[in-house]
């Protein structure tokens, strides 16, 4: 049998992972059944919320760990990874990067 090196694991984790660190958002910024978005400041539930990495961004190596993640909305979270990439874009070609 070839092993190619790859696995399964993502960064996120398994949805018991998922679901941990939804619940922890919910109680540890809002009231445990509601929870500000850090963005746009609409009210999340269990089925809305999700994770979005800061201070340190994914992209730079940030991890799922309690201390860099803060509560989002999917699309206030999927334009703010646009943008961070879009930055590294720029960067990259001024040659700061």
Request: net charge positive.
């Amino acid at each position: 049998m070839t092993r190619r090196g790859t696995t399964n694991r993502n960064a996120r984790g398994n949805s018991r992972d998922r679901r941990i660190r939804r619940t922890w958002l919910l109680v540890e910024f809002g009231d445990g059944v509601k929870a500000p978005c850090s963005f746009c400041g609409i009210m999340l539930t269990f089925e809305t919320i999700t994770a979005d990495r800061h201070p340190i961004p994914g992209i730079e190596g940030g991890t799922y760990r309690r201390g860099n993640i803060r509560p989002s909305c999917q699309d206030c979270n999927a334009s703010d990874g646009g943008r961070l990439g879009a930055e590294r874009k720029r960067l990259r070609k001024e040659g700061k990067l």
